[in-house]
């Protein structure tokens, strides 16, 4: 159970950019927040309010025809580089691996669907953490996946529910409908335009928040910002959803005005930018994750205003994830100390766009000449 | 949304001036910017007093001091939960509740702080229905159910909508 080529390409599937205005919206979220009754919840938890909520869950995935073949890892018995590759695929929360500890608490387990992109957290801050994760731009379609999949938990399970305050979470900002919704966006043309703090700005007036690109309170780098919902309570799932969705929309549209002013007003410095981002990735010796994810972010936008063509944004989001730390060991076999780690990411980075053949500025490609 | 910092601006909801939510929305693929003041804005769910992104919810306790009653009867007594044994002091230094029966021992208490959270303390959206439920509870569940079929129908999604026509099916009272 602990090989990590037993979950083949869980957490991945959004990678192909297959999704609505994918090269500006990577990935969509739905994430749901439910608690089991007569328990306490994920920080004033015991060893056996966490066994036995494990223990539920098990018997739900025997009894549930739509989760059968889905497989359930507890965190603790898993090896930390799978731990860490779970992590960087956003499929368990650094929490849920113990947090500074680094040990996962005992009961800390992933549900892992093999029929769709959902999956659930186990004993982490709420009992039940489920979550969907889909390319670009598919919020109905994320919420409809978590729907289906709390139907089948809900179903089994006796759910924390109050009468007024609905569903009930740990933290109050949770509680009521439990749903955070989210969407990955790469606004590289606002934050070029500097219009970007009047957007975020925008946001909060209508209720929604953002942080970057790693859970919560991380900084933004690479231009990448997560959009979510910030009130749980007192809308229907499907308005909060909707109306996410209606501002991103929204957002998109004022990125793509604003790529379209770069391009006017300021061309040969916006393509001396996207061209010496890949320059670097191209031939770099020595990556460091921050500096890879900030040049990814002047390449992508190149890739999406076809200034660098024949460059998918499918190579993009693959070299993003494979790229991190764990994911570059889990294909050297080992652990990679710095400045080892550097080296790795560079050239992994290189042989990927290699394959990509050349990028030519007229349009034209041709194989890399050795 | 992300009007560019106009000011003394007239509401479009109410004509007073003092307009301070700005946004625009989309509609039949014309852009229509509204401009609200935060009475109006607030009324319309665009809310104006939302903490910051940064701002966490222990800081956030903390600068509410004790200007919310913890209940009517006194503003700084303390309670304890008789499930998880969590104190007021300790859900004030950590932001979290310890079990779904701190939702009754500190309702009042937590009934002030949704408000301010979320602008209101009324669940609306997905009802649970717990084994042997009440005939009112079975018809919250039924009205959900309802209001969620007609979006599986709207959005063409009909393989979730002959799944909700069942569970509406077999809820409904046989008449
Ligand atoms: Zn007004
Ligand atoms: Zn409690």
Redesign the interface.
Same mark, same amino acid.
């Given at each position: 159970m602990d090989d990590l080529a037993t979950i083949p390409d869980y957490g991945l599937g959004w990678l192909d950019a297959s999704g609505p205005s994918s090269d500006i919206v990577l990935s969509t979220r739905v994430r749901l927040a439910r608690?089991l009754?007569?328990?306490?919840?994920g920080?004033?938890s015991r060893v056996n309010d966490r066994e036995a909520v494990l223990s539920l869950v098990r018997s739900v995935i025997e009894k549930s025809s739509h989760l059968s073949g889905a497989s359930l890892w507890e965190l603790a018995k898993v090896s930390p580089r799978t731990q860490k590759i779970l992590l960087e695929r956003r499929l368990v929360s650094e929490d849920l691996l113990g947090g500074k500890k680094g040990v996962p608490p005992r009961g800390a387990a992933v549900l892992l669907s093999t029929k769709d992109p959902t999956s659930v957290m186990v004993n982490e !801050?709420d009992h039940l953490r489920l979550q969907s994760l889909l390319s670009g731009l598919r919020l $109905?379609d994320a919420w409809?996946l978590v729907?289906?999949l709390?139907e089948e938990l809900?179903n089994e399970l006796?759910?924390?529910?109050?009468h007024?305050?609905?569903?009930?979470?740990?933290?109050?900002?949770n509680?009521?409908?439990g749903?955070r919704a989210s969407v990955l966006m790469h606004l590289p043309g606002l934050v070029l335009t500097k219009?970007i703090g009047?957007?975020l700005?925008?946001?909060?007036?209508?209720?929604l928040?953002?942080?970057g690109l790693y859970g919560e309170?991380s900084e933004v780098v690479g231009n990448f910002f997560q959009v979510s919902n910030?009130?749980?309570?007192?809308?229907?799932? !499907?308005?909060l959803v909707g109306h996410l969705d209606?501002?991103v929309?929204?957002v998109i $549209?004022?990125e793509e005005h604003a790529r379209h002013v770069l391009l006017k007003e300021a061309p040969a410095v916006t393509e001396d930018k996207i061209w010496r981002a890949y320059g670097l990735l191209r031939y770099a010796r020595s990556l460091s994750f921050e500096e890879l994810i900030n040049l990814l972010s002047g390449v992508r936008l190149g890739s999406s205003l076809k200034l660098l063509p024949n460059l998918r944004v499918y190579t993009l989001n693959k070299i993003m994830i494979y790229s991190q730390t764990a994911h570059l060991e889990q294909a050297a076999g080992r652990d990679l100390p710095l400045p080892e780690c550097d080296a790795h990411r560079a050239s992994f980075v290189r042989r990927i766009l290699a394959r990509e053949g050349v990028v030519t500025s007229d349009g034209e490609s041709s194989p890399e000449s050795p | 949304?992300?009007?560019?910092g106009k000011q003394d601006m007239v509401c479009d909801n109410c004509g007073e001036a003092g307009a301070v939510?700005?946004?625009?929305?989309?509609v039949n693929n014309e852009t229509k910017t509204s401009h609200l003041c935060e009475r109006c804005?607030t009324e319309k769910?665009?809310?104006?007093k939302?903490p910051?992104?940064?701002l966490l919810?222990a800081d956030f306790l903390a600068k509410m001091g004790g200007d919310e009653p913890l209940s009517p009867g006194g503003p700084q007594e303390e309670l304890t939960c008789p499930?998880?044994g969590?104190s007021t002091a300790d859900f004030k230094e950590?932001?979290?509740?310890?079990?779904?029966q701190c939702?009754?021992t500190f309702e009042e208490y937590?009934r002030g702080?949704?408000r301010r959270?979320?602008?209101?303390?009324?669940?609306?959206?997905?009802v649970?229905l717990?084994?042997d439920p009440s005939a009112s509870e079975k018809e919250k569940r039924l009205e959900?159910l309802r209001?969620?079929l007609v979006?599986?129908i709207d959005?063409e999604?009909f393989e979730?909508a002959a799944?909700l026509r069942d569970q509406i099916r077999t809820l409904e009272p046989a008449s």
């Open positions: 608690n009754q007569g328990h306490a919840f920080p004033r !801050e $109905q409809g729907d289906r709390e809900g006796p759910l924390a529910y109050h007024e305050f609905g569903f009930l979470t740990s933290c109050p900002t509680v009521g409908t749903l219009e009047q957007v700005k925008g946001l909060n007036q209508v209720g928040t953002f942080r309170g910030q009130t749980t309570l007192g809308k229907a799932e !499907e308005d209606q501002i929309r929204q $549209q004022y | 949304m992300a009007g560019k939510v700005h946004f625009t929305q989309v804005a769910g665009l809310q104006t939302i910051s992104t940064n919810l499930f998880c969590l950590v932001g979290r509740l310890g079990c779904p939702y009754s937590l702080l949704l959270i979320h602008g209101g303390t009324q669940h609306v959206g997905k649970y717990p084994p959900a209001r969620t979006r599986a959005s999604d979730r799944e």
